[in-house]
């Protein structure tokens, strides 16, 4: 599956929204090194590269972990 594979729904961030692959990965490239490092984004991005490379449910796995990347989820 392409990267430029879009997401079943968009995901929402602050200036527009990230509707491909692709999109998301650039996301995450973007942000500082420590945040990339971070177990929440290093998931995330294991879920993309499984999309692009599998395809199949790991598209709506993508996009969940990249959620629950952006929210914070299991921060404590």
């Known amino acids: 599956m392409p990267w430029s594979t879009p997401f079943d729904d968009p995901i929402s961030i602050r200036r527009g929204s990230l509707v491909t692959l692709q999109?998301?990965?650039d996301y995450i490239m973007k942000l500082p090194e420590?945040?990339?490092?971070?177990?929440?984004?290093?998931?995330?991005?294991?879920?993309?590269?499984?999309a692009a490379e599998q395809g199949g449910g790991w598209l709506m796995f993508a996009?969940?972990?990249?959620?629950?990347?952006?929210?914070?989820?299991?921060?404590g």
């Open 63 to 75: 996009r969940i972990a990249m959620l629950r990347a952006l929210n914070g989820d299991g921060e």
């Open 23 to 25: 999109q998301a990965a």
């Open 34 to 50: 420590d945040a990339q490092q971070e177990p929440r984004w290093q998931i995330a991005v294991e879920h993309l590269i499984h």
